[in-house]
T-cell receptor, first 113, second 111 residues
Framework: DAGITQSPRHKVTETGTPVTLRCHQT?????MYWYRQDPGHGLRLIHY???????DKGEVSDGYSVSRSKTEDFLLTLESATSSQTSVYFC????????????FGNGTRLTVT | SQQGEEDPQALSIQEGENATMNCSYK?????LQWYRQNSGRGLVHLIL?????REKHSGRLRVTLDTSKKSSSLLITASRAADTASYFC???????????FGGGTRLMVKP
């Protein structure tokens, strides 16, 4: 798993509540990514980071914010969770240049009721 | 819309047979990657092929890339029940900071 830990692994929350998911890496790789996976849509990029305090939007960033105050941690926040954000969220890191693969965590299953 | 689209969406074969999955994409790429996902787990990288490469092998895996047709194929030879998983292609564009995934092919290999 290239030293990637996602927490929590499962979460159930109510509509309108804030939720923060954490991705932690044990190494100091520059690039970190948040994806969501839904049936029929594959994986879609939410946000990514290319360094401390350096982040950019992905394909489906609306309703999500991210922060990276330390190299090893990349946080994904749902400011006010909606049922459409029920999904499996994956964090990934890139260990080299743009011709390097991604290494994924085992995901967080989020249910918004 | 997805950059990569896999075909077929689902594939069921017998152990020992070959499995072929195809991926089509829309824009020019730096590289194309294939990943595997077992149920309930994260994706695992299988193979990366750069835009200037046409074919690559890794064990029982063979990947081809046709940039003129904007398509790639993944061949798994002599399939095993343990190959049962979902397989995704992903493309890197714009210096590769963003990797865009297709919807995946669900492969079932029957023993």
């Amino acid at each position: 798993d290239a030293g990637i830990t996602q927490s929590p692994r499962h979460k159930v929350t109510e509509t309108g509540t804030p939720v923060t998911l954490r991705c932690h890496q044990t190494e100091n790789h520059r690039y970190m990514y948040w994806y969501r996976q839904d049936p029929g849509h594959g994986l879609r990029l939410i946000h990514y980071s290319y360094g401390v305090k350096d982040t950019d939007k992905g394909e489906v960033s609306d309703g999500y914010s991210v922060s990276r105050s330390k190299t090893e941690d990349f946080l994904l926040t749902l400011e006010s969770a909606t049922s459409s954000q029920t999904s499996v969220y994956f964090c990934a890191i890139r260990t080299g240049d743009y011709n390097s693969p991604l290494h994924f965590g085992n995901g967080t299953r989020l249910t918004v009721t | 819309s997805q950059q990569g689209e896999e075909d077929p969406q689902a594939l069921s074969i017998q152990e020992g047979e070959n499995a072929t999955m195809n991926c089509s994409y829309k824009t020019s790429i730096n590289n194309l990657q294939w990943y595997r996902q077992n149920s309930g787990r994260g994706l695992v990288h299988l193979i990366l092929i750069r835009s200037n490469e046409r074919e690559k092998h890794s064990g029982r895996l063979r990947v081809t890339l046709d940039t003129s047709k904007k398509s790639s194929s993944l061949l798994i030879t002599a399939s095993r029940a343990a190959d049962t998983a979902s397989y995704f292609c992903a493309t890197a564009v714009n210096a590769g900071n963003m990797l865009t995934f297709g919807g995946g092919t669900r492969l079932m290999v029957k023993p």
